[in-house]
């Protein structure tokens, strides 16, 4: 008799398994034998209701609460910075390097740099991720990890600045255009960690070579580097907004990398062996 055709979705879902979970031979799921044994028992459950796509959603759920109680505990440490001239040690050095270092050709070069951190910036970089992601892929994970990063780094963006409200730094120490919004935390740095370092996620396991890893992993921090220290040089932010920027954004990314990880394993365990 034969077999059934498979549908795009369905390669697509195959693809992920036979390559989206193996790095360097090295098989993510393996691990749900120990540290994500719980937590794939905990979601099981649940995603026989929201279907296979149901634990990188459900990662919306905590992931709301911990980006709260983190933006409350940055405010805390800010504050206490702040209380002890924490900035005269730390930021205001780092603002003055970064104004000898300007001349007009760079001011010009590193605004236009930071013009691709922003919001619009941002929106075109994930949306042609996105799309050509998805079509490759023939599924919608990539579409589903990158709508969530890209939620969860604009919560934690609007949360941050209504909690802290911190001032920028003077518009005399700054280049133009200026922004008057709270400084914490740089957009511009947990956008560009989030959504850089889930693209760069979604495209390691697909390399067939070390280099070409390594070299996309490389480039990924660079650019998280780069536009953070950005909006220092241009006097938009301290640094200790993109230093605290940075820290929030790699934490809600390795929640969405958790998230994935789990799906993966019970794909894994509900996917008939072949043959």
């Known amino acids: 008799m034969s077999k059934e055709p498979r549908s795009q979705t369905d390669e697509g879902i ?10 360097e031979g090295r098989d993510l799921t393996r691990a749900d034998e120990r540290s994500y044994g719980l937590l794939v028992r905990a979601v099981r459950g649940t995603s026989n209701f929201l279907g296979p796509y149901g634990p990188p959603v459900l990662a919306l759920l905590p992931g709301a609460a911990i980006i709260a109680g983190m933006t409350a505990a940055f405010a805390r440490v800010c504050e206490s910075v702040l209380g002890g001239d924490g900035v005269a040690q730390l ?21 236009a740099y930071a013009y691709i951190g922003d919001t619009v910036g941002m929106l075109l970089l994930t949306l042609a991720a996105t799309i050509a992601l998805t079509i490759s892929r023939r599924t919608w ?10 939620t969860g780094s604009l919560l934690m963006t609007i949360a941050g600045k209504r909690l802290i409200g911190r001032t920028r730094p003077a518009p005399a120490d700054a280049v133009p255009p200026f922004d ?6 740089s957009g511009h740095s947990l956008n560009s960690v989030v959504i850089v370092g ?13 280099r070409s890893r390594v070299l996309t992993l490389c480039a990924a921090a660079m650019f998280a580097v780069t536009m953070g220290l950005s909006g220092v040089y241009l006097g938009h932010h301290w640094l200790t907004d993109v230093l605290g920027a940075g820290a929030l954004g790699a934490a809600w990314l390795a929640l969405i990398i958790t998230a994935h990880c789990v799906y993966l394993a019970l794909r894994k365990q509900r996917t008939p062996p072949p043959g």
Do not use: C, W
């Open 14 to 23: 195959g693809e992920e398994l036979n390559q989206d979970r193996l790095v």
């Open 180 to 185: 008057y919004s709270p400084s914490f935390p």
């Open 141 to 150: 994970t990539p579409a589903i990890l990158i709508l969530i990063a890209g």
């Open 198 to 210: 889930i693209i760069a996620y979604l495209l390691v396991p697909r390399l067939k070579r070390t």
């Open 91 to 111: 930021d205001h050095p780092a603002l003055v390097a970064g104004k000898s270092l300007r001349s007009p050709a760079m001011d010009l070069i590193v605004t």
